[in-house]
């Protein structure tokens, strides 16, 4: 039988209480919890959240604080709004911050500036249902179901609110971000320090090779992939003590620990679970990102390319998915600046990230391209690829030798933006299905151009049994100078 830390009696009296607006609240303030139970009334939620022991005591007094029933603290729970706040400051709380600042807003807020939000959200939800008694909570989990809102994307919000003239709420967001990048910050360093503290002390860059070897690119087209190859370059293996695994001239070493950081940053909000658990089984070191606006975009490039461990590992991967054109991204913003696609290969450049030099930088493209006569004329986001402050090594340790653009390996989808309006929920077929081979015990020991060209042999079929409008097109463009295989060698 499942423990139940609080009596049902208690979550009657409580119920029976309260009025149907703090009841939305409440069931809003608990929607992370159970995700599951989104259109399950209160009662249903904290009987739910008891039998999973999420609910106790504590959670029960903060619920009532949110919502200033402090009666039905000293009444029911035998508490006082002073004892919740004493453990509300050492952080003891069960309702997300996020969902905190929510509520805080709707109490600010008069039912004419809740209808003038809706009516400014027309430009981003034409089909956002226009109810004269809806509530700002009500419209918030409107635009989370779009992907337009999220804990960590709060511009679209915030730019209505200055349509609005509320300064005010503006600053309560502002200040939100600010704890929240703090906070964030403070937890990836104690990761990160931690992580590098339990990893051996190994030289893994990639030597450099002669420098009298002139590349030569060669274009061939296959089943209708732009290949840019590199011809191969034998050189001898350049040691700093006792090599345990022998390394191959011909192929990349992967023997790192994790192999490299895997970056996924899902504008869309699909594949992110899929991408991040199957990278993860590859034994890499996952950073995962959710519905980024422009400028977050670059600065979580800036801050994965400064990444120290870089220097202790072997590769690294990059995962976009979000609309855009050919050329660009439009990650959350709805202004279709664009950024750059051909900018996000400079981050991890060996002039930006020297340590990455002669080591695997791969990257995979989820673009869903949105029609010209849809897009706004509007100048693309300007970056300085050789800004500084992206360098995380103050030398690269030897005189550079290796091209700029060597080593990267580039995959890129397009398919039209109608196929994600059709089904809103649904994955990429081509990131489903690099997934899949990725997961597969037998897969898994191709080559990544081998395993690049299964993946394009079932795009393509699955192309042939679409309506032209909904397939897929992939281009593929690489500078690999050896074999590389995304397993240890």
């Not at 502002?174 to 030289?203: F, G």
């Not at 991408?275 to 994965?304: A, K, S």
Request: charged share 25%; aromatic share 8%.
């Amino acid at each position: 039988m499942t423990r139940c830390q609080v009596p049902a009696v208690l979550i009657h009296q409580i119920e029976q209480e309260l009025d149907k607006e703090e009841e939305d609240i409440m069931v809003f303030l608990c929607r992370d919890l159970a995700p599951d139970l989104a259109t399950a009334n209160l009662r249903e939620l904290l009987v739910a959240l008891n039998e999973r022991e999420k609910l106790s005591f504590l959670g029960l007094s903060e619920l009532l604080y949110r919502v200033k029933r402090f009666d039905l603290l000293r009444r029911i729970l035998k508490t006082e709004k002073a004892a919740v706040e004493a453990n509300l400051d050492r952080s003891l709380r069960l309702v997300p911050d996020y969902r905190v600042l929510m509520v805080e807003i709707n109490e600010n807020l008069e039912r004419e500036e809740v209808s003038s939000l809706v009516f400014l959200l027309r430009d981003y939800a034409p089909r956002m249902k226009m109810a004269k008694d809806k509530s700002f909570l009500a419209l918030v989990i409107d635009l989370e179901k779009l992907n337009l809102v999220a804990p960590n994307q709060l511009d679209l919000i915030e730019n209505c609110f200055r349509n609005i003239h509320r300064i005010d709420l503006i600053r309560k967001i502002q200040k939100y971000k600010r704890e929240a990048l703090m906070s964030s910050v403070h937890s990836q360093t104690v990761y990160v320090n931690a992580l590098q503290a339990s990893l051996p002390n190994l030289s893994l860059t990639d030597p450099p090779y002669n420098s009298g070897i002139q590349t030569v690119n060669k274009e061939n087209p296959q089943n209708g992939q732009s290949l840019i190859l590199a011809e191969p370059v034998h050189m001898s293996i350049q040691e700093s003590g006792p090599v345990s695994h022998k390394v191959f001239d011909d192929q990349y070493r992967m023997q790192s620990q994790p192999l490299g950081v895997c970056l996924i940053i899902d504008c869309i909000g699909n594949d992110a679970d899929v991408l991040e658990g199957t990278f993860r089984d590859l034994g890499y070191d996952v950073h995962c990102y959710r519905y980024l606006n422009m400028n977050t975009m670059h600065q979580t490039l800036l801050e994965v390319a400064r990444l120290q461990k870089h220097r202790n590992c072997d590769s690294f991967i990059c995962i976009l998915v979000s609309r855009g054109s050919a050329q660009s991204i439009f990650c959350t913003d709805h202004t279709f600046s664009g950024f750059p696609l051909e900018q996000i290969k400079k981050y991890f450049m060996a002039d930006s990230c020297p340590a990455l030099l002669g080591k695997p930088k791969l990257f995979f493209i989820q673009s869903y391209i949105v029609p010209e006569n849809e897009q706004e004329c509007t100048s693309l986001l300007e970056v300085d690829g050789n800004d500084e402050k992206i360098i995380a090594n103050a030398k690269i340790p030897w005189k550079v030798t290796i091209p700029q653009v060597a080593d990267i390996f580039w995959s890129q989808c397009k398919v039209d933006v109608s196929t994600l309006e059709k089904s809103p929920s649904s994955s990429s077929y081509y990131l489903h299905c690099l997934a899949e081979l990725l997961h597969n015990p037998r897969k898994r020991k191709l080559s990544i151009l081998d395993i690049h060209t299964e993946l394009n042999n079932k795009v393509y079929e699955w192309n042939k049994t679409t309506d032209p409008s909904q397939q897929y097109s992939l281009l593929l463009q690489h500078t690999l100078r050896k074999k590389l295989f995304l397993s240890p060698t």
